[in-house]
């Protein structure tokens, strides 16, 4: 399994970005895909997870609202949409699956920091004020 994370870039507060994350070796619409951020100085932060089957998707507060989750099944990516994007935004981004993580609502019982076992290799995500 593979995990390919792509489109960071340099924003300006209220802006937008679309992050991907492709995969191969297996079919994301069938495990729970999750983005994470790290900023600097700062721990790992769990963002949103999409549950199997394109089930129930949780976000952290700090993103309700501004980002989105998409999965295009037949590109087998999920992309991150970011609006109204703020300084504090800035990271590195990452995506992660796990082919244990099944379920509709598995988002629910993993929580939004779960722990998964493929990732990406992250991508930069600066926004300016």
């Known amino acids: 399994v593979q995990l390919q994370a792509s489109g960071g870039g340099l924003a300006q507060s209220g802006g937008s970005l679309r992050l991907s994350c492709a995969a191969s070796?297996?079919?994301?619409?069938?495990?729970?895909t999750a983005w994470f951020r790290q900023a600097p100085g700062k721990g790992r932060e769990g963002i949103i997870c999409?549950?199997?089957?394109?089930?129930?998707?949780y976000y952290a507060d700090s993103v309700k609202g501004r980002f989105t989750i998409i999965t295009d099944r037949t590109k087998n990516v999920v992309y991150l949409q970011m609006n109204s994007l703020k300084p504090e935004d800035t990271a590195v981004y990452y995506c992660a699956t796990d082919p244990s993580h099944v379920g509709p609502d598995i988002c629910g019982a993993l929580g939004i920091n779960g722990e998964y076992t493929n990732w990406g290799q992250g991508t930069q995500v600066t926004v300016s004020s």
């Open positions: 070796g297996l079919s994301l619409y069938y495990y729970a």
């Open positions: 999409i549950s199997s089957y394109g089930g129930t998707t």
